[in-house]
């Protein structure tokens, strides 16, 4: 199976991963005793695959040749360290703000309705998920993806709440009407029984060609298909899963720029 069309990474950014994951745990298969049943290539393509392609750990396993307990376990233990050994590529946020203009949306990660995880259905999406606040700057880069927020809430509490809007230079961002009375700039509401005048309706124009940026960056973010169909694993592994999957994007993007 080509690397780039199962795991997303090019042959080069795989061999690198495989590289930074082995440096990190040392031995993947005990001294002594019985082997793991995938080498650690095929563990970590089997882990990325997942976060991918977001198919099922049966259908990996069947590719594979292993069972699927063994791709839980596989991604359950490789997940953690895939985060770590890629933290270096995740953007320091308050370096990646600083004087530039950044534009924000916020995002609905689909997931399961677990029954005893309150505040996950969003209402704008008729779905349940996570909200994650995404910032770009005006030229289209990627500066940060916040840690998940229940989707039940609106952007406005979700921005605050994540901290961010106290470390925004809002004079310099950029946001929908989602973000109405936080301080950034944001189009013109339409005044009820009227109409808006004729330089707000260039000012929302021109609001929303800069906003596209955010637009294509969410929707290249959600290329890893299991921010974009349901998560399926408990709602405890979640935090986990996206650390990995935030620091594998960024590590991705690293030819890019």
């Known amino acids: 199976m ?11 950014q795989f ?3 495989i590289y930074l994951v082995e440096e990190e745990i040392g031995q993947w298969n005990p001294v002594t005793g019985r082997l793991r049943a995938l080498p650690l290539a095929k563990a970590v393509k089997a882990t990325v695959m997942y976060f991918k392609n977001n198919i099922t750990q049966e259908v990996i396993g069947e590719l594979l040749e292993v069972s699927q307990p063994t791709i839980s376990r596989v991604i359950a233990d490789l997940e953690t360290v895939i985060c770590a050994v890629l933290a270096e590529w995740v953007p320091d946020l308050d370096e990646a703000i600083t004087g530039r203009v950044v534009i924000v949306d916020g995002t ?10 309150e505040d996950l259905y969003s209402g704008k999406h008729k779905t349940t998920g996570h909200n994650h606040q995404v910032l770009v700057c005006s030229t289209g880069r990627l500066l940060h993806i916040s840690d998940p927020l ?4 609106h952007d406005t509490h979700c921005i605050e709440h994540s901290g961010l809007l106290d470390r925004l230079d809002l004079d310099n961002t950029i946001g929908d009407k989602g973000y109405l009375g936080t301080g950034m700039h944001t189009p013109y509401r339409r005044p009820a029984g009227g109409e808006l005048l004729g330089w707000q309706k260039e000012f929302n124009a021109a609001i929303s060609r800069i906003r596209s940026t955010v ?5 290249n973010w959600k290329t890893w298909r299991i921010t974009h169909t349901d998560y399926r694993r408990p709602e405890h592994t979640y935090q986990k899963a996206f ?3 935030r620091a594998l994007h960024f590590f991705k993007l690293q030819s890019e720029f």
């Open 108 to 117: 609905l990660t689909p997931c399961w309705s677990w029954a005893d995880v």
């Open 243 to 245: 650390n990995a999957v």
């Open 215 to 219: 637009e294509r960056e969410i929707a």
């Open 150 to 153: 229940p989707g039940a809430r």
């Open 2 to 12: 080509r690397t780039k069309r199962t795991t997303g990474l090019s042959p080069e």
């Open 15 to 17: 061999a690198d991963l």
